[in-house]
């Protein structure tokens, strides 16, 4: 059974970092792209970093020049580094992304998502 599973939210003070693993578990062949996304409350739910096969990245502009996503293919484990971190970025962070299974199915999945909650 494959599944997308985030790690690495907390409180942190503004100013500060943490980074945010998201591990593919189960059967996979491969994870070609995945997509980090968050949700603040009463907000609907944003796209803020994305990674391609290649290693490109793409950033909302929200996010840009504080936050980097990569990848470790071999550990089907994508990575956000949060750096400067603001109230404003206090949201459920979640990963979604296309992976390929073992039996040569393609589906979306989505992760449980982890908190992270900006203290002022």
């Known amino acids: 059974q494959v599944q997308l599973v985030e790690s690495g939210g907390g409180l942190v003070q503004p100013g500060g970092s943490l980074r945010l693993s998201c591990a593919g578990s189960g059967s996979i062949f491969t994870i070609d792209a995945m997509g980090w996304y968050r949700q603040a409350p009463g907000k609907q739910r944003e796209l803020i970093a994305s990674i391609t096969s290649a290693g490109n990245t793409v950033y909302a502009d929200s996010v840009k020049g504080r936050f980097t996503m990569s990848r470790d293919s071999a550990k089907n484990t994508f990575y956000l580094q949060m750096n400067s971190l603001k109230p404003e970025d206090t949201a459920v962070y979640f990963c979604?992304?296309?992976?390929?299974?073992?039996?040569?199915?393609?589906?979306?999945?989505w992760g449980q998502g982890t908190q992270v909650t900006g203290s002022s």
């Open positions: 979604h992304g296309p992976v390929a299974d073992m039996a040569g199915r393609r589906r979306d999945f």
